[in-house]
């Protein structure tokens, strides 16, 4: 069974914004932290932001102040808001447990103008 599936990607052009959301299962989910990350073409995937199972979070230098990392226990959705967009932004996004290595399809963001 499918335990993380990200959705919310899509085209954007720089200064944009765009919301991405992540289903997860409840062993992935529930009293656990999720994290977000990306990984642009011939690049390291990176950890972008996480939040704790109480709402605690923390941000990759690059996106402070422009994403906000969420979620919705009782859903079991985590969400990342990303604003004022920047072509760098652009890479495939993945929601993941911080610690157990399972990851979905994720989901394509793309800023160009």
């Known amino acids: 069974q499918v335990q993380l599936v990200e959705s919310g990607g899509g085209l954007v052009q720089p200064g944009g914004s765009l919301t991405l959301s992540c289903a997860a299962s409840?062993?992935?989910?529930?009293?656990?932290?999720i994290a977000w990350y990306r990984q642009a073409p011939g690049k390291q995937r990176e950890l972008v932001a996480q939040?704790?199972?109480?709402?605690?979070?923390i941000y990759a230098g690059s996106v402070q102040g422009r994403f906000t990392i969420s979620r919705d226990n009782a859903k079991r959705m985590v969400y990342l808001q990303m604003n004022s967009l920047k072509p760098e932004d652009t890479a495939v996004y993945y929601c993941?447990?911080?610690?157990?290595?399972?990851w979905g399809q994720g989901t394509q963001v793309t800023v160009s103008s």
């Open positions: 993941k447990n911080l610690l157990i290595n399972t």
């Open positions: 409840t062993s992935i989910f529930n009293g656990r932290t």
């Open positions: 939040i704790t199972s109480s709402g605690a979070t």
